[in-house]
Nanobody, 121 residues
Framework: QLVESGGGSVQAGGSLRLSCVDS????????MAWFRQAPGKEREFVAA????????YYADSVKGRFAISRDNAKNTVYLDMNSLKLGDTAVYYC????????????????WGHGTQVTVSS
């Protein structure tokens, strides 16, 4: 079971760190990703990381502002979000899949329930 945390309300330009932990399985051999979904919009890919060696991949919209990382010992994936913009407001989900650079939600097999991020001016 994937559980996200760390969401909240922040002013534009601020930062947040999201966490995703799964106490039920190991992520070894998998790719972990963050997606987000704003009201009335499709769920979109944000970033992904390979659990084994830490290869990362980002959506162009967050490149240079967001950073995905993982802590193998804690079975946790993080998303550090900096220079937040109004357009980053969404529910953020973590997901587990088996393909590198997979950006479609259908590429991922397991999902968390999401955590709300709200950016205000």
């Amino acid at each position: 079971q994937l559980v996200e945390s760390g969401g909240g309300s922040v002013q534009a330009g601020g930062s947040l760190r999201l966490s995703c932990v799964d106490s039920g399985r190991t992520f070894s051999g998998y790719y972990m990703a963050w997606f987000r979904q704003a009201p009335g919009k499709e769920r979109e890919f944000v970033a992904a990381i390979s659990w084994a060696i830490g290869l990362t991949y980002y959506a162009d919209s967050v490149k240079g502002r967001f950073a995905i990382s993982r802590d193998n010992a804690k079975n946790t994936v993080y998303l550090d979000m900096n220079s937040l913009k109004l357009g980053d407001t969404a529910v953020y989900y973590c997901a587990v899949g088996k393909r590198y650079k997979a950006t479609l939600s259908t590429d991922y097999d397991y999902w968390g329930h999401g955590t709300q991020v709200t950016v205000s001016s």
